[in-house]
């Protein structure tokens, strides 16, 4: 490819670079730049590939942990909840199996599921022993309370 084509490779990617969930596009334009040099200066389509791989992957590399660092940690955005296992809380209205019901957790209000298949009352004081989403997974502290 000539440099031409990369310049408008380049230019498609930070177009992209906004409506990606990963911001990744950004450094596939700096490699498509990089390959843009390396074709003006007459280098083999090969070459030319290997200076996109490069001029992708190096920077990626390099920025990575201080990203990863920026943004909080390694948490996934599928996963608000995970701060909650371990903790109790008491459940505000009655959690069914497969029907949820709140369970105030540290101040603050969830949506609950019973862990094992049994109803719990409100006013149950329970542990959260998975979350998933927003969704606490709970199971009651009281004996004979479910």
């Known amino acids: 490819m000539g440099p031409a084509g990369w310049v408008v490779l380049a230019g498609g990617l930070m177009v992209a670079e906004p409506l ?3 911001f990744v596009a950004g450094y ?10 390396a074709a003006a ?3 083999p389509p090969v070459a030319q590939l290997a200076v996109f791989v490069a001029g992708t992957l190096l920077p990626l590399l390099a ?3 201080m990203l990863v660092r920026a943004v909080g940690g390694r948490a996934s955005p599928r996963a608000p909840g995970r701060g909650l296992v371990g903790r109790t809380g008491t459940v505000t209205s009655e959690l069914r199996p497969g ?3 709140l369970v105030r957790v540290g101040g603050e209000v969830w949506s609950g599921l019973p862990y094992l298949d ?6 149950t004081r329970v542990e959260v022993v998975d979350a998933e ?3 606490a997974h709970v199971h009651p502290l009281d004996e004979g309370t479910a």
């Open 28 to 37: 596939a334009a700096a490699g498509a730049l990089a390959a843009a040099l």
């Open 20 to 22: 990606t969930v990963l």
């Open 41 to 43: 200066l007459g280098a």
């Open 99 to 101: 029907e949820p019901g």
């Open 63 to 65: 920025t990575r942990r």
């Open 133 to 135: 989403g927003v969704v």
């Open 118 to 123: 049994v109803v719990i009352p409100a006013g």
